[in-house]
């Protein structure tokens, strides 16, 4: 029997259950969890802010694992056999189509509607399709991207899903040669664009954030300056980062809060003519006020708001990863490890900020 | 001597002046004015809703003049020296450095600090540098353009300094073959970017706006559909919207209305991953509520503010009018007519939407 | 039975074939075809220029039908239900994996490995999977567009499938408003590029082809110069490009000749940090000398190949023609329609360019 | 008196001259020379291989220099007014209009035919406008750029020209996080590109290139392979490069070579759907074959013409040294230093690819 995690509904203690080894359907893969992420959204799922999920499920979108068996044949991204034994993750976003007019008219992927996520909007009675277990079924079709060897697999789950994040919110920024990059947020995915910006070559990198310790470790990283939220009203906070700029503001920001109010404040931070993108409301935080003229049309400001992920964002994560993690502390993001009966735990002290990061590991 | 419409201040009546004839700096050019457009801005100017503005002034920032006198040489933008005779218009954008960081670094000219602009920030006690006289000076380095023979210059004043507006809104809103684009406003930009949809290859050009003659021609111009706000309240429009596209809401949205509500929901009626540019909150219409997960980030909508013209647009306008100008009703947008003395009727017309667009003919 | 034309191998007589009628697996869709294109590629095929083609193949790779019979349910690409009596066409290009480095990572899906095309690279032995036939037997994945009611399914097929490529390219392009355009080639994609390029706000457009009876076309669709190749050498021809363009040579050039020496002088022909798009060279005409240096380096020019259309192409494709196909004479691009009895003779009217455009129509 | 070095034409001799102190006019800046460059360019201008050159000139495009004088007033980009003592650096290019078609409506700086570049295109006649002497005099309206204290003024230099080349030819390139980025050439410009291809991010670095010494400093800034252009003819390179890359070559080439058989090779050495940028043609090295059907158009490949640097550039390239400078080891670039009297050995030795970069230290 294979064991896992599941979270029976919004509020409600996690349990564990049992289930059977599954049969593997031809294309189909089944990894031997090695680890798999607790990050802000299972906190979100756990408090029932996230719509359509279909609870009881099995938490763990992000997670690496070994290969344990294959049905029939199956190949990675780039196209080669996967064999037994090997070290690999995936992306959580199954299912797209392929074939709507989001994915072959628009181009915008992370808009089809058939998409499901492991770990989030897959139930747990159809199945392995959660991280925090110790077996993942991987359905024929799911993307899977093989970790190289030089990248331990801790690593790639302390990154976590933050990375591919950041990522596709950095890439989304066009950040210049020399630009002052400004971050908003200190959180997984604040921490890991404050990398990616020097991975742009930014000029400056600037993250605003809290509570000390994350500022630490932004500085850890490289940021140039780190604004204690806490220490620094908006009228501070806007009076810093002008003179750190110039007076002109921030050429590149990215958002990364979870606090409505962050995105005005972002647009009068930026420089004008500059760009804003707002990856960190993940979850409906209310209502803010702007001024459209101000805040944006005079700035001549470009604002992006960037949903959700693709295979290109974890496999180039995956690649950066490989070949950076040596030069910047992603490693160390990681602040507890728990096994499967102290998912609560890890949820818990993920919830309270008390980590950074959590791991689950089986 | 030379006669000249004097804005004292804000809500002052307009007053006639004369001046006497200018000499030519080297590279100078004096323009016998042919006409000159009466905008929605010279209404702001009169109401005093934009600052910096060193009244008196001679307002007129879009206008048409026969080269009267050359002050030894001068060339138009395309290199071509300028003869005594010749009708051409200008940028009334001028001083625009090129050596300062907005000017060299950003490449952001409309945001260079020492720009200047004829007929809003350039006062009467410097000279003929407005339209509404029967001269306009023009100091050396200022852009001129020259107008095609086959270009009448009523059209190009007709079109007016809306068109080059729309055409920067429009060029940032990289509409692709097909697309659904809707405008917001039938004023003189929302209908140019109207046109303009259609000179991008839009599939299908929906505006909202009012009132019915402006609607009448939104149809005229080739509008698909046209809503009048004033018929329905935002959960109708919305509906429309959605039944025009599939639901999905549309492709590229153009705001152009000067109403700060209108922000918000032109984010809403625009499709996930869609593209909005904001280009007509011009004057300060106060704050607006909107929620950065639903209208933002979980749309991954991109949303540009649209700030002033360039030299580029004006000229491209010029291109594009002298092109297709026979083809979509631009002339029609002149309603009025005034000479020198009906200025001031001229604008209360324009501020009470009496008239689409009004030119002082000298 | 059903009938349809066979193409046994390179410069083989075509056969008319018998098949039975296919049972249809579930998502699959039995089209009665009401036309379908004869273009240049057939001629390629016919002279064995493609490599790769599993002959004997049913041709017809641009094919509009009425839908006859669906294995259950399907969808077109707007996800509207099929319904049986429908007119559509459907994308050529069928089977991209969407999971493989070039579909998921470089975004590129015309490179996609697992990539078939009806018409081309699917051999008869499989079944009605080409135009040239009574029914053609789309297989579940199909990408199908359903053809809106204003636009006759004649103008669609006589737009054929250079449309689509002309729409790649010419998006390819990022035409700016008031731009110069210059197409080198007046057959379809040619052509449909010359009036594309009036639907992205061409200030100017010029082709450069032959002969007469195509010139007479682009000029009646709306070119403002037509060179006949015929009756200018290059430099001649650079000299009147030039005229035509202050010295400067085109903003935008789009290449759909076929003859690799256009590509050394379209470079030439284009301005300094203009864009240039090569389309046309289908097939391998062999190697042409240019000079790096005055020819792309210090001309800081782009130069961008373009290969294959997607879903996205004929989608758009058919939006564009149902909108503005009374304003431009596509319709008129056919000038002959064959019977499954006449492929023979119509393939020959093709290659000896007898015609524009040809139909089979059976 | 001044003491500079002349380069009075093609082939001769270079001379020391001397000068008279010249008076400023209002907005000029008189530098004390610090250093200034000798690099590939002043070796083509000694071989006359520059078309347009008024010989005799003081050579030197790019240098630094302590404020001794200033006429009046004079400011660097960022605004901030300069103040005698201080070290900067300034673009040679000097003059862009700003009026021009090509300033202002094609945006192509680098084409302004108003430009002049100090130590290339000024002639010695008209004064110290080249970098090769006791002081430089910059003339009002020169673009200048203050050097940050952090940053030491021998490693702007050691960076030279190339840096600015280098990122305007890597900012072209648009690489994606984890890009494969293939650099061809070791000179100065390939160099700095392989330090910039890590500054965006890429998951992977080549170089192609040669001598041993070059390429050696290649492994030491980064690059994960370095392929001796010696050893390897194009087929074994093409090879490597398939081996690296999973068989679909480079995502993104720069070619930094100078020699116009590399452009075809890097066309093939691109994978498919990637982007090539051919910045090192700087000299007309003649014609070469190409096969625009497999090389461009199948390819689906953009190439990227890439001429001249801008004040952007320049100053981008400050930031970008001041920020990383001690993490890659641009400072030992320089293996030579020379006085006013050894220039002609000075560029002897760079003619002879003796050492990678020599400086002339007044």
Known sequence: ??????????????????????????????LQTLGSEVCGTDVHLWHGQLAGVPYPIIPGH???????AIGGAAA??????????????????????GRCWYCTVAHATTRCPQRKVYGITLPAEEGLLGGWGEYIYLRPGVHIVALPPELP?????AAGCGLPTALHAVSLAEVAFGDTVLVQGSGPVGLSAAILAQLRGAGRVIVI?????????????????????GAADEAARREQVRALTGGRGADVTIEATGVAAAVPEGMRLTRDAGRYVVVGQYTNA??????????????????????????????????????????FPWAQFVSGRYGLGQAQAALEDVAAQRVVKALIVP
């Open 1 to 30: 029997m294979i064991k896992a995690v599941i979270m029976p509904g919004p509020n409600q203690p996690l349990e564990l259950r049992e289930f059977g080894v599954p049969e593997l359907e031809p294309g189909a893969v089944l």
């Open 62 to 68: 992000v997670s690496v694992g070994r290969v344990a």
């Open 76 to 97: 990675d991204v780039d196209g080669r056999p996967l064999e037994v034994g090997q070290v690999v993750t995936f992306l959580d976003v199954y299912g797209s189509c």
């Open 153 to 157: 697999w801790e690593t790639f789950l």
């Open 209 to 229: 954030g809290g509570p000390a310790v994350r500022l630490d470790m932004a500085r850890r990283l490289g940021a140039d300056a780190a604004i204690d939220i």
């Open 286 to 327: 209310g209502v803010v006020p702007f001024n459209p003229h101000l805040d944006l049309n005079q700035k001549h400001l470009d604002v992006r708001g960037c949903w959700g992920s693709d295979v290109g964002h974890v496999y180039r994560a995956v690649q950066v990863l490989a070949r950076y993690h040596s030069q």
